[in-house]
């Protein structure tokens, strides 16, 4: 049976708090360990807790937001027994590797490093990078790849998962970007922009963690992008042999009571 897990970027807004607080990440990780049939969580390292700068990419936190630090987070975790399935690295490092300034390159690389030792330290087996700018309309893909492989090497134990973020590039498509990294995250609603998730499908040996995004309505996720049926699409993949991960991540507002709902029925279809 697959594994249900929740991104803990979306648990702070079921209780009406920001999402970066991270004690409101903590009580509602407990709570749905507690009352819900997840089976664990994909933790998110922000970008908003970062001391050095703002986020290279959108958000809606201010600069003077809590700050944390990755061993400051750790330390958190530490003395919870959470299943942490996944960790989602900080969604800038794509925008550092591709940046023009070495300093910023060179952060990009550290950053990697990081969170691979995050994942370690809390027994995830999965750790998800952006691995590009979305709005490069160039990359240097084999800097890119050779980067991965190294890290790859350098963390045997834990698969670094791309996810398939959308792209400005040019005559290259998400799919075709992420042709050598071994391990992928597919998420359904940018395949679906793209118009990849037959390519996908044909691939999902690759896959190790499938990112189910957008917003409750009628008592299911639909996405606020793209055409896709995730229902379909998740029942498309199961007999598929797919065996691993699915991970929800909510857009917009839901209360708790409506996403306890919906991973319950998520869980069951997995049987």
Not at 61 to 71: D, T
Not at 90 to 118: H, M, S, W
Not at 170 to 181: A, E, G, L, S, V
Request: hydrophobic residues 40%.
């Amino acid at each position: 049976m697959n594994s249900i897990s929740i991104s803990t970027g979306c648990l702070p807004r079921l209780e009406g708090c920001q999402f970066y607080e991270l004690s409101s990440i903590i009580r509602m990780m407990k709570r749905f360990l507690k009352e819900s049939n997840v089976d664990g969580f994909e933790f998110v390292l922000l970008p908003e807790w970062d001391q050095e700068n703002p986020p290279l990419t959108p958000t809606s936190a201010p600069f003077e937001c809590e700050k944390h630090s990755v061993e400051e987070v750790f330390e958190v975790l530490r003395n919870e027994s959470f299943p942490i399935l996944s960790v989602h690295a900080n969604r800038d490092v794509g925008n550092f590797l591709c940046a023009e300034e070495p300093e910023k390159v060179a952060k990009g690389t550290r950053l990697i490093d990081v969170c691979l030792r995050f994942a370690e330290d809390v027994d995830s087996k999965v750790c998800v990078f952006h691995f590009w700018d979305t709005w490069k309309e160039s990359l240097d893909l084999a800097r890119l790849e050779a980067l991965y492989d190294r890290f790859q090497v350098l963390h045997p134990e834990i698969e670094i998962s791309v996810e398939n973020i959308p792209t400005k590039c040019r005559n290259r498509t998400p799919f075709q970007i992420m042709q050598n990294f071994k391990h992928q995250t597919l998420d359904l609603k940018w395949a679906s922009m793209f118009n990849e998730l037959d390519a996908f499908a044909e691939n999902i040996e690759h896959v190790n963690n499938i990112h189910i995004q957008g917003k409750y309505q009628d008592g299911i996720l639909v996405p606020n992008v793209g055409k896709i049926d995730y229902r379909e699409a998740l029942r498309r993949i199961k007999m598929l042999g797919y065996s691993g991960v699915f991970t929800v991540e909510l857009e917009g507002e839901a209360s708790y009571d409506d996403i306890l709902r919906y991973v319950d029925k998520l869980k069951r279809s997995m049987v």
